[in-house]
């Protein structure tokens, strides 16, 4: 069939949510032990052109975003190689859990299409890791400074939109924290 891709699992929602998210915390640990933070997330979020900060005002951005430019120094570079590890352990997770199936030696899946098989082409995390990967894509496998700081917003916009949809799942389900224990997510 021709169309938009639904997602293929048969996993029920709140297993698939709880296997990613518990995934993510790999990618996530490794931009911290980068040295990004929320403050930079933040100033990220705010140069994403879909995303808009509420409650911020530009000035604030704008001081956070020069204080941190002049730490850098603008030197700062990253090899694609070391968030390729993280990006691997992420997917192995989701492979051991039987979330997707194994993927080819030295032929990894994009995220955008491993998010797009657990949650459909049209849902909304699909733009962020989209953008996330655009990011971290690198230039001759080194990431700059400010891709890498943007990619670390767009990797918060996704833990965001996975942690609201597990609060709507457990809120339907009638539990919270409990509940999405299964075997999938069994070691």
């Known amino acids: 069939m ?42 990220a979020q705010a140069e994403s052109p879909d995303v808009t900060p509420e409650n911020e005002e530009p000035e604030d951005i704008d001081e956070v975003e020069y204080a941190e430019d002049e730490d850098s120094g603008g030197d700062t570079v990253f090899e694609r190689e070391e968030i390729e590890v993280a990006l691997d352990v992420f997917l192995s997770d ?7 199936k194994k993927y080819k030696r030295n032929k990894l899946p994009t995220l955008e299409s491993v998010f797009g098989e657990l949650f459909g082409d049209d849902h909304q995390i699909i733009k962020p890791v989209k953008r996330f990967e655009e990011h971290i894509e690198g230039y001759f496998d080194i990431v700059g400074y400010e891709d890498m700081k943007i990619a ?22 009638g539990t919270f924290g409990e509940g999405f224990e ?6």
Do not use: C, W
Request: aromatic letters at 6%.
């Open 2 to 43: 021709l169309g938009r891709k639904e997602p293929r699992t048969p996993h029920s929602r709140g297993v698939i949510l709880e296997v990613v998210s518990d995934a993510l915390r790999e990618i996530e640990g490794h931009f911290e032990m980068m040295g990004f933070s929320s403050t930079q997330e933040s100033t």
């Open 94 to 100: 989701l492979v051991r859990k039987k979330l997707i």
């Open 152 to 173: 670390y917003g767009e990797l918060t916009q996704i833990r965001d939109i996975i942690n609201k949809e597990l609060e709507s799942y457990a809120a339907k389900q």
């Open 182 to 187: 299964s075997k999938a997510t069994k070691d």
